[in-house]
Structure formats: structure tokens, C-alpha cells
């Protein structure tokens, strides 16, 4: 039981150093946390298609959304809900991510690629979570992610400017 809960503490002191990396990341490229939560979401309903506009006020929520998504994954709630909690998290992730490929102009599919890339690696890991041995690998794979993250941030940030 002692073993249990030292693993569980490990494990929610690496998934808090990704979050704040992540944070760092985030904080330095973008201000878009304060908007993800004012963005409208009536303006989804425009319908694009893939090719749209960097600009697309869709392309611009479906990036605060993921950005949102990303920082729940690092919640202390997420972590404390064990595996399938990180697991929920990331397939939220990965339903966000499918939104933003369908939003994004052409030319930004290969940031979009290598996000969806980056959530499929973290879903594996999530999917092999066994606690404390595989806490650096959820680690590695959250820092992907948030990389990936940000590689699109700045493809999209002309477009959407409070990201």
C-alpha cells in the first residue's frame, strides 16, 4: 500500500514538471489561456472545410479548445483520476486535435500532422501506463505534445491573434 501511494506521488510530481513545462512553453509563444475561455462558440457553426483560413474564427476555437484540453491533461484531477482519467484527457486531446486538422489551412497541415502524431504517442503511453515505471514516458510524450503544441501556435498566431 506504502509502494502504491510513494508510485502515486512520483508519478503526480512528474505529470506537475510537464505542466509546467508546458506552461513555460505556452506562456512564452502565446497569451491565448485568457482567451480560450471568452472565445464564442456560435462561431463554429460558419462550416468550414479543410483549407480554410489561418485566420477562421473555427481554426481560432479549435485552438483554444486543444490549448484548454492541454492544460486539463495536467490538472491535478486528471492525475489523481489514475489511468483512465489521463486516459479520458487524451482522448479529449486527440478528438481536439481531429477538429483543428479540419479547420486549418493546407499549409498548416504539417504542424497539425505532427501534433496528431505527438497525441498518438501520448495515448500509447497513456494506454501502458503502470505507475511510477512509466511516469517519464507520459512525461516525455506530454513535453511532445506541448512542443508540437507550440510549433502550431506560431503557424496560426497571424490569424488568431489572442493566441
Do not use: H, W, Y
Not at 501511494?5 to 505542466?19: D, K
Not at 479529449?92 to 496528431?116: C, G, R
Amino acid at each position: 500500500m506504502l509502494t502504491i501511494r510513494r508510485s502515486a506521488r512520483i508519478t503526480v510530481a512528474a505529470l506537475a514538471l510537464a505542466s509546467l513545462a508546458f506552461a513555460a512553453c505556452s506562456s512564452s509563444g502565446s497569451s491565448k489561456a485568457d482567451s480560450s475561455t471568452s472565445a464564442p462558440s456560435s462561431s463554429t457553426s460558419a462550416g468550414s472545410s479543410g483549407g480554410t483560413s489561418g485566420g477562421s474564427s473555427d481554426v481560432c476555437n479549435a485552438f483554444a479548445t486543444f490549448k484548454t484540453s492541454l492544460s486539463d491533461l495536467a490538472s491535478p484531477a486528471t492525475v489523481t483520476g489514475g489511468k483512465a482519467g489521463i486516459q479520458s484527457a487524451v482522448d479529449k486531446l486527440q478528438s481536439d486535435v481531429d477538429t483543428l486538422e479540419s479547420s486549418v489551412k493546407s499549409s498548416d497541415k504539417p504542424q497539425v500532422d505532427a501534433l496528431k502524431s505527438a497525441v498518438d504517442d501520448l495515448k500509447t503511453a497513456a494506454a501502458n501506463f503502470k505507475g511510477l515505471s512509466s511516469a517519464g514516458t507520459i512525461t516525455t510524450a506530454i513535453g511532445d505534445v506541448s512542443t508540437a503544441f507550440q510549433n502550431l501556435a506560431t503557424a496560426v498566431k497571424a490569424g488568431c491573434p489572442s493566441s
